[in-house]
């Protein structure tokens, strides 16, 4: 049933198809054994099937001017029940894994938070009478995060997991059952952002945290075996907290959709399941100090680095931190999810500067960049907000993109170590473009990632935190530090370098050359995706009208510096044509042998030249910075919890 006023059919039968539609597809994949043509043609048509009806659905939403009619689903008895048998399946699933690997400590995290929300269901305690499915404006951007980044990730991985085996023979090939999870997360995430239930919320939020449980898993060595259940206990962690959070609202406030918990506003009783919230959503954002889940992630295959770092996995709990953000204004919990955000943000991006792992780098980056994202949502300002949305699409695009370019890199070249990249423009020209534009568009302006740092640098500094803005402005440098680290890597020119074989298959660039394309079209498209997609986000929010955050004057100085980043290049080619170019050698050590590799040193001795970036790891490496951190941000997380939730009780 649907209701308010949707004058067609449409758009319920279609959100209804993008949520069901996946799981569908994973049954099919998943009877499909063999890595023939049928199971990549299955892929990619089913693939851009979703992909079509989610830009569907989040384009007729965008143009409606009223999200309002979109709101559907108030008898749900079926539904209901498909969601309790699911429960109940999952929790039996984390049982039966944790006996198998003799991890029982799952179980007992399973049971905590999904027995008493079964209890709630079968006992009638659920607050009916509400819709179950509501897509606003916020639904839509998400929509077309999931339905076009997430969908070119799946068919990025039909490709992928192909040779995958080819490189890796001592790996049963279980390729079907690992595509067919990446459809299941996605239907996953459909319904998630679809859902205003928290019961429906829940639900969906657990079936993210056992598939990517099972995709950390896929090659089952026991590194794989301990990350997967590492990642699964701390979102079961987080799981407990959502169900904590539901059950709150549903047996002492009386309401059971997140769209009621945010209209009540900063209520003393509301900010208790909000801190609950967002306590999960740290859990899923992988901030401090739940990270190591997501850093010991990078042993599954890169479509699933991607699909979990970049578009689905990790931007569930920052979802959910911008939709209760408007409550947690002028609170405890709101100020104290910016520091434990900003906090993260920059001792993340210091960590990245100690690792030459690309996909490590990538994922401290990502853990980073959450970190800012989490931030932005607790200061509860409109500007805050609209950096937060505009981060999200971003770093959904650029992030993907560049996993995905890694994993090609690793396949060609046999490593994925930043210092074998060296000359990397010369070895591999094609790959090494399309990582460059990834690059620039994670750190360099006119890319959205800064352009969004510009507004949430106002959002702290409207706050009044001193903190705040230096965790910004150091976590700023230091990303740069670690990003023109691996340019500058990748663009210098080795005079003897060899041109590697580009073995990167078609099904594979289907999906990275959309993404490449995307990342420069959001710089031109920018102000009209801050006025006709993220300022609505704003006002419904925020219940009002809010005024523009980026103004006239700032679209003028980011289009100019769009059109200089393109005019540059191209005068600087005009200009040298005509003139002849000269070859020279670098400046080493001593006097450079003529080769480019060896050099003379002052005894006249011939030495090889080898160059290397300064990785720091004496000053604030890993085994020094990351435990410090995590005991840090676990001190701030029991601190909001007590004082919060405690002081409620």
């Not at 006023?5 to 998943?30: D, H, K, Q, S, Y």
């Not at 931007?315 to 609170?331: D, E, F, N, Q, S």
């Not at 090609?408 to 490593?415: A, Q, T, W, Y």
Request: hydrophobic residues 55%; aromatic residues 12%.
């Amino acid at each position: 049933m649907y209701v308010k006023g949707a004058n067609t059919l449409a758009i319920p039968t279609l959100v209804n198809f993008l949520i069901i539609f996946p799981f569908v597809m994973a049954i099919i994949i998943g009877l499909l054994r063999e890595a023939t043509p049928l199971r990549s043609a299955v892929i990619i048509i089913g693939g851009f099937t979703i992909m079509v009806s989610a830009v569907y659905v989040a384009v007729n939403v965008l143009m409606s001017g009223d999200t309002s009619q979109f709101m559907y689903l108030e008898e749900t008895h079926l539904p209901d029940k498909f969601v309790i048998c699911g429960e109940v399946f999952l929790m039996g699933l984390v049982c039966f894994l944790s006996i198998k690997y003799k991890k029982y400590y799952a179980i007992l995290i399973s049971l905590i938070g999904t027995i008493p929300v079964l209890w709630m269901d079968l006992t009638g305690r659920v607050v009916e009478g509400n819709t179950h499915v509501r897509i606003d404006t916020f639904s839509a951007v998400m929509y077309l995060i999931v339905g076009i980044v997430g969908i070119l990730i799946c068919i990025y991985a039909s490709g992928y997991m192909k040779d995958y085996h080819h490189h890796h023979t001592d790996v049963a090939d279980r390729s079907n059952y690992f595509l067919a999870l990446m459809f299941v997360f996605l239907g996953a995430m459909f319904g998630l952002i679809s859902s205003d239930n928290l019961g429906w919320i829940y639900f969906f939020w657990e079936i993210t945290s056992v598939c990517s449980f099972l995709m950390i898993g896929y090659t089952r060595t026991q590194e794989a075996v301990d990350n997967s259940f590492r990642a699964l206990w701390m979102n079961l962690l987080g799981g407990c907290g959502f169900a904590a959070g539901l059950m709150y609202c549903n047996i002492f406030l009386g309401i059971s959709n997140l769209s009621q918990v945010t209209e009540v506003g900063a209520d003393a009783l509301v900010i208790v399941p909000v801190t609950l919230f967002a306590f999960a959503a740290l859990t899923k954002s992988a901030q401090f100090p739940f990270s190591r889940w997501l850093l010991g992630a990078m042993v599954a295959p890169t479509p699933s680095s991607a699909l979990l770092h970049s578009a689905t996995m990790v931007k569930i709990g920052v979802y959910m931190l911008i939709r209760v953000a408007p409550v947690m204004y002028g609170t405890l919990t709101g100020v104290m999810i910016t520091v434990i955000g900003g906090f993260t943000f920059f001792a993340a991006s210091l960590l990245a500067i100690t690792v030459s792992d690309g996909k490590k780098v990538l994922a401290y980056s990502t853990i980073s960049n959450l970190g800012l994202i989490t931030a932005c949502a607790g200061t509860g300002t409109t500007e805050g907000v609209w950096a937060a949305v505009m981060l999200v699409m971003f770093h959904a695009v650029s992030k993907s993109l560049l996993f995905q370019t890694v994993g090609d890199i690793e396949n060609c070249m046999h490593s994925r170590d930043i210092e074998d990249m060296h000359g990397l423009i010369i070895k591999l020209p094609r790959l090494a473009f399309i990582m460059i534009i990834g690059i620039c568009g994670m750190f360099m302006a006119p890319f959205g990632m800064l352009v969004s740092k510009w507004a949430a640098l106002k959002a702290f500094v409207d706050s009044g935190s001193v903190w705040l803005v230096i965790f910004l402005v150091f976590g700023s440098g230091s990303t740069l530090f670690y990003w023109a680290k691996w340019l500058g890597k990748i663009c210098t020119v080795i005079h003897q370098s060899f041109e590697l074989e580009d073995i990167t298959p078609k099904s594979e660039m289907v999906s990275i050359f959309p993404l490449t394309v995307m990342i420069v079209v959001m710089c031109f498209a920018f102000p009209w995706m801050s006025g006709h997609m993220i300022q609505p986000i704003l006002d419904e929010a925020f219940h009002t009208n809010i005024p523009d955050v980026i103004g006239g004057s700032d679209v003028i100085i980011m289009m100019i510096m769009v059109t200089m980043i393109f005019l540059i290049p191209i005068a600087s080619r005009f200009l040298s044509l005509g003139k002849n170019s000269k070859m020279t050698m670098s400046y080493v050590a001593g006097v450079n042998a003529g080769d480019d590799r060896h050099y003379i040193d002052s005894f006249g001795k011939e030495r090889a030249l080898y160059m290397s970036n300064w990785y720091m790891e004496d000053l604030f490496g890993e085994k020094k910075l990351l435990w410090p951190c995590i005991w840090i941000s676990t001190v701030l997380v029991l601190v909001m919890l007590i004082v919060v939730v405690g002081g409620a009780f």
